[in-house]
């Protein structure tokens, strides 16, 4: 492994980049888009032109997450052999040869993502450190098949945020407190806090993120991104560390819709080891959710507004934005429908996550080559972190393992059933799919922040796009830990939310609001990013 204090680097002494960002670069004297906005097929074209090669491309965004990472603790660490597998990529390239659509564009995974190589797979905690796997995560496997370069693991809110109740989105014992980069000690949303701001401030091209309820989607729309919930059992859960086989799921976090999409199909699909892809309905013939991109898409489609399941009080800037979103969507040919819940407000009980969490857990230490403090079950963990030091524990407590356990059951238990059933009932019928079934539905739209339970109990799937943000002059608002969730320019997304299964349709339609509100390029820049460029590395 190569935890970030003993990362060197030649550009590590160039300075951040504050407040004003450049939107393009030049590289061998071709004009060439900044890393922080630059897409995939920016980087394909280089590639292919030869204005820069893979191992460039790596030596860059390491320079980049030197630079930043001491800010804002968003690299757990980078794989020391980056370098030698984008050689190795460059070198198939230049033979004519490459073996997927990520050939050699380095991809960030969040550090509860295995990977069997000489990275650590931590979820955050100290209790993992060291622990092998027998392979790759299928989803480290698949990245590697479409040609990528798993660059680093990235700090996310340790056990994906199910560990303590009053901790804060973005900290983990093993990599420090993740801060965003929109305004200074931003709460950068969590679980997959470090997966966003990496994405959001070019520290790569794009990022994976997990998800159980808004871990994918509420980093995303904090660092301004695209950010894709896929439906439970779309993409496989293998050697993930886990808190619900219910509700778990895997997706892309990137700058753009189309980036997003093209990796979603790389990584989606039927897979042996986690036998929830099995209800996959068209088997191994993933869809090519590029093709589905379609600039015109809202015209003719049937949104549905859920209005007695928003909060409407809740925030006015965001549900002013929401509702000119409303209206951008109706302009664009959409049909606005009214499309109440059953049930507005299901009491929902914490009985699934953690039944869950004590099978998922305990079947995930099953599966360790080498498992280094001996953990086999949740109240070793619960043990281990209430006395290894470096843990902060009680500051940061475990009340959402006390609950568990005080559960008394894990889920084969028929206690666990009836909770099971409820919730099923309340994202289906009840809720987001009874909606979208009887009005006829593509789609429902709910602001993002509003968004990640009514599809996380149903396993349903969202794609969150960039809707605005806060404007200049805004007061800022701390929570318990001093972290910002309110301030100058700070961003916040649209969710886009389906039925199993539909995420063409959804992919299709944020893809038509994002080229007709171009959110991203127009609106405020992050107040501190790298600025080391392909430039610095190969010449501008």
């Known amino acids: 492994m190569a935890r970030l204090s003993n990362l060197v680097t030649a550009a590590s002494a160039v300075w951040l980049g504050l407040a004003s960002l450049a939107n393009c670069s030049t590289v061998k004297g071709v004009t060439f888009p900044a890393l922080i906005d630059v897409t995939i097929d920016d980087l394909e074209e280089g590639l292919s032109r030869g204005l820069f090669t893979s191992v460039d491309l790596v030596k860059a965004y390491l320079a980049r997450i030197e630079q930043i990472n001491p800010v804002l603790h968003v690299i757990n660490e980078v794989n020391p052999d980056a370098l030698t597998i984008a050689a190795e990529l460059d070198a198939l390239r230049a033979s004519g040869t490459t073996i997927g659509p990520l050939h050699g564009i380095p991809i960030i995974v969040k550090d509860n993502i295995a990977t069997a190589d000489k990275m650590n797979n931590t979820a955050g905690?100290?209790?993992?450190?060291?622990?092998?796997?027998?392979?790759?995560?299928?989803?480290?496997?698949?990245?590697?098949?479409?040609?990528?370069?798993?660059?680093a693991k990235a700090n996310l809110s340790q056990w994906a945020n199910y560990r303590s109740s009053n901790s804060s989105s973005g900290w983990s014992a093993y990599g420090g407190q993740v801060t965003g980069a929109y305004y200074p000690n931003e709460d950068p949303g969590g679980s997959s806090s470090g997966s966003g701001v990496a994405a959001g401030i070019g520290l790569c091209l794009a990022t994976l993120g997990t998800e159980t309820s808004g871990s994918i989607i509420s980093p995303a729309q904090k660092s301004s991104l695209v950010g894709i919930k896929p439906t439970v059992g779309l993409t496989s859960r293998y050697l993930v560390i886990p808190i619900s086989s219910h509700q778990d799921t895997i997706g892309p976090m990137a700058r753009t819709v189309k980036d997003a999409a093209i990796i979603l199909s790389a990584i989606a699909g039927p897979d042996q080891y986690d036998n929830y892809t099995s209800a996959i309905p068209f088997g191994d013939k993933v869809p090519d959710y590029v093709s589905a991109l379609n600039a015109s898409a809202l015209s003719g489609a049937r949104i549905g507004i859920p209005y007695n399941a928003l909060n409407l009080t809740a925030n006015p800037t965001e549900m002013a934005a929401f509702f000119s979103a409303v209206d951008i969507i109706k302009s664009a040919g959409a049909t606005i429908v009214e499309a109440n819940f059953t049930v507005a407000q299901p009491n929902t009980t914490a009985v699934v996550l953690g039944a869950d969490f004590v099978s998922d857990l305990a079947a995930y230490f099953s599966q360790l080559t080498y498992n280094p403090y001996d953990l086999h079950s949740?109240?070793?963990?619960?043990?281990?972190?209430?006395?290894?030091?470096?843990?902060?524990?009680?500051?940061?407590?475990?009340?959402?393992?006390?609950?568990?356990?005080?559960?008394?059951?894990?889920?084969?238990?028929?206690?666990?059933?009836?909770?099971?059933?409820?919730?099923?009932?309340?994202?289906?019928?009840?809720?987001?799919?009874?909606?979208?079934?009887?009005?006829?539905?593509?789609?429902?739209?709910m602001p993002t922040s509003q968004s990640a339970g009514r599809a996380a109990i149903q396993g349903a799937p969202i794609v969150s796009v960039p809707l605005s943000y806060y404007p200049a002059t805004w007061n800022v608002t701390k929570n318990a830990r001093g972290l910002v969730q309110q301030g100058p320019n700070i961003p916040f997304g649209l969710g886009f939310l389906g039925d199993l299964f539909t995420e063409e349709k959804l992919i299709s339609l944020a893809y038509a609001f994002e080229q007709k509100t171009q959110v991203r390029i127009k609106g405020p820049k992050p107040y501190i990013a790298p600025n080391i460029e392909l430039g610095d590395i190969v010449g501008f």
Do not use: C, H
């Open 378 to 445: 949740l109240e070793d963990l619960r043990n281990f972190t209430q006395t290894f030091p470096n843990e902060t524990y009680p500051d940061r407590d475990t009340a959402r393992w006390d609950a568990a356990l005080d559960l008394g059951f894990n889920n084969t238990d028929i206690r666990f059933w009836q909770d099971y059933q409820n919730n099923l009932y309340w994202g289906g019928e009840g809720g987001l799919l009874g909606a979208i079934a009887r009005n006829r539905l593509d789609a429902v739209i």
């Open 125 to 151: 905690s100290f209790a993992l450190v060291g622990a092998k796997v027998p392979r790759d995560s299928t989803m480290a496997a698949k990245l590697r098949k479409a040609g990528a370069i798993i660059l």
